[in-house]
């Protein structure tokens, strides 16, 4: 692993096997869904690879497919948890390196020059920002790992 171990993805991932992760929804095959820190858009959600790896491009054919599988089920357990519009999935990995995809539920409520613009573009505009709350997003949090459960039962 050459990812640098002073990074958040890695600090995240050591406190979610410490079971010390406020965020986590729960423990998939190929890692960790937890809530995004800042819940401007309800529902956002990371899935952070365990075992901690650079890049999607690190992983074997049968591990990628995974990753993405998971990443699709979870969007799955969005849209049917949160009544969303649609799903943004991005991998980036510019600043955290450290494989981990930003998943966005979109809203038919939300601004309509914000809705189809890049969830970023929040930041940019200077919306109010919503923080993660574990007692506010308890509830949603466990609606997402019931359906994510649930779908991974019908397979």
């Not at 820190?37 to 990371?46: F, R, S, V």
């Not at 075992?51 to 990628?64: F, G, T």
């Amino acid at each position: 692993m050459s990812v640098n171990s002073n990074n958040i993805v890695v600090e995240r991932v050591k406190l979610a096997r410490a079971g010390k992760n406020p965020t986590v929804i729960t423990k998939m095959e190929s890692g960790w869904v937890v809530m995004g820190d800042n819940q401007t858009i309800p529902g956002y959600t990371i899935l952070i690879a365990d075992p901690i790896v650079d890049d999607i491009n690190k992983l074997d054919a049968a591990k990628r497919s995974q990753f993405l599988a998971d990443m699709t089920i979870i969007g799955d357990a969005l849209l049917n948890v949160l009544n969303a519009k649609l799903v943004n999935y991005s991998i980036l990995g510019n600043q955290d390196v450290g494989l981990h995809v930003h998943i966005h539920p979109r809203y038919e409520w939300e601004k309509e020059e914000l809705r189809k613009s890049p969830p970023w573009k929040y930041g940019f505009v200077k919306e109010p920002v919503v923080m993660f709350d574990f007692d506010r997003d308890h509830d949603v949090m466990q609606k997402i790992k019931t359906e994510i459960d649930r779908l991974l039962q019908i397979g």
